[in-house]
């Protein structure tokens, strides 16, 4: 059987876990935190007592942890104790130079790679319908795809070592942009005197559709299932919006690349963060837009 060891249990991490047991795989796991090590234990997962201690035996290990310093400092405990040729995967949503240097790290002990980041959010990691946008070489990819199977909707192989992060913050820098885009359409269209769903009914099936709108409408109404009919509750916080877009911005610093839509969409993320809306899905930047945010 295949021995896979998982570290980070947290929001993401806990559930991802749980479908690997659920089909049938041997998972270890390791978190910092006490309550998710009970959580993951209920959901039939081993536990160990450090990280190098999940490691040891593991034919895979997952992270899905915060950030890439995370990953690199687990990397660095972890790689001593793993057997030669041992698949990592690491989940985490991280700047893509970290992504590099963590497969550096790995590949020059011996280990295949493959960075996989998601999209999909918690409802997605209970479901075990997540995006994985992945980067590694073929002979890695092809073994981590039955691996993440359990867990995911869709594996895309996006390229060599950091092309998934690559996918990922590219992609959320799209979205967070066009949500900005949408919200400021629909803080006009209320001064015009134009209804929601009048804007909505026109633009969800013009040349203004995307998913910002027709999948996510960040007013009430038009769209049920989307957050603004739910107090705004995430969904997808600001802060994890803040997050990927100071990721798209280091990136493009580093790529020497000018992103000027990417550049304000941070800042606009990060006043709202400041305003202490962290906690609030990103589609209520709306609010924020409108002058409108929760006290
Ligand atoms: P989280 O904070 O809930 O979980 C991270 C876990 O890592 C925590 O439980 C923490 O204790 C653990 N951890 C930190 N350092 C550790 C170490 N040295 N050893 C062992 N465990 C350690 O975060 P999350 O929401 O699960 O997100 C994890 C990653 O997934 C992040 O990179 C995030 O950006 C990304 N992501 C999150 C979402 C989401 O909706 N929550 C969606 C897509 C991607």
Same mark, same amino acid.
């Not at 001593?80 to 040729?85: G, H, S, V, Y």
């Not at 359990?150 to 996006?158: F, K, L, Q, T, Y």
């Not at 997050?243 to 990721?247: A, C, F, G, P, R």
């Given at each position: 059987?295949?021995?896979?060891?998982?570290?980070?249990?947290?929001?993401?991490?806990?559930?991802?876990?749980?479908?690997?047991?659920?089909?049938?795989?041997?998972v270890?796991?390791f978190?910092?935190?006490a309550?998710?090590?009970?959580?993951?234990?209920?959901?039939?997962?081993?536990?160990?007592?450090s990280?190098?201690?999940?490691?040891?035996?593991?034919?895979?290990?997952?992270?899905?942890?915060?950030?890439?310093q995370?990953?690199?400092?687990?990397?660095?405990?972890v790689l001593?104790?793993?057997?030669?040729?041992t698949l990592?995967?690491?989940s985490?949503?991280?700047?893509?130079d970290?992504?590099?240097? $963590?497969?550096k &790290?790995?590949?020059?002990?011996?280990? =295949?790679?493959?960075? %996989?980041?998601? #999209?999909g +959010?918690?409802?997605?990691?209970?479901?075990g319908?997540l995006?994985?946008?992945a980067?590694?070489?073929?002979?890695?990819?092809?073994l981590?795809?039955?691996i993440?199977?359990?867990?995911?909707?869709?594996?895309?192989?996006?390229?060599d070592?950091g092309?998934?992060?690559?996918?990922?913050?590219?992609n959320?820098?799209?979205?967070?942009?066009?949500?900005?885009?949408?919200?400021?359409?629909?803080?006009? $269209?209320?001064k &015009?005197?134009?209804?929601?769903q009048? =804007?909505?009914?026109? %633009?969800?099936? #013009?040349? +203004?559709q995307?998913w910002s709108?027709?999948?996510?409408?960040?007013?009430p109404?038009?769209?049920?299932?989307?957050?603004?009919?739910?107090d705004?509750?995430?969904g997808?916080?600001a802060?994890?919006?803040l997050?990927?877009?100071?990721?798209s911005?280091?990136?493009?610093?580093?790529?020497g690349v000018?992103?000027?839509l990417?550049?304000?969409?941070?800042?606009?993320?990060?006043l709202f963060?400041?305003?202490?809306?962290?906690?609030t899905?990103?589609s209520?930047?709306i609010?924020?837009?409108?002058g409108q945010?929760?006290?």
């Open positions: 059987m295949t021995n896979i060891a998982f570290i980070g249990l947290g929001n993401m991490g806990n559930p991802m876990a749980a479908n690997l047991v659920k089909a049938g795989l041997s270890t796991g978190d910092l935190v309550d998710n090590l009970e959580l993951a234990r209920a959901h039939g997962l081993s536990i160990a007592e990280a190098p201690g999940a490691v040891e035996g593991a034919d895979v290990v997952i992270t899905m942890l915060p950030a890439g995370h990953v690199l400092s687990v990397y660095r405990d001593e104790k793993a057997r030669a040729q990592f995967i690491d985490s949503t991280i700047d893509v970290s992504a590099r240097q $963590a497969h &790290l790995a590949r020059d002990k011996g280990m =295949l790679t493959v960075d %996989a980041p998601v #999209s +959010g918690v409802g997605g990691a209970e479901a319908t995006t994985f946008m980067g590694g070489s073929d002979e890695a990819f092809r981590a795809e039955p993440l199977d359990p867990m995911a909707g869709r594996i895309v192989h996006c390229g070592g092309a998934g992060q690559a996918a990922k913050i590219c959320n820098m799209i979205l967070g942009i066009s949500m900005i885009g949408v919200g400021e359409a629909f803080v006009l $269209a209320e &015009l005197g134009l209804s929601h009048a =804007l909505f009914d026109v %633009a969800s099936t #013009s040349s +203004g995307c709108i027709n999948t996510y409408c960040p007013v109404g038009p769209v049920p299932t989307s957050p603004a009919n739910n705004y509750k995430p997808f916080a802060a994890l919006m997050k990927d877009l100071k990721l911005q280091e990136a493009a610093q580093s790529a000018a992103t000027p990417g550049a304000s969409a941070m800042q606009l993320y990060a963060n400041a305003a202490g809306e962290g906690g899905d990103f209520g930047i609010n924020f837009l409108r945010e929760k006290k």
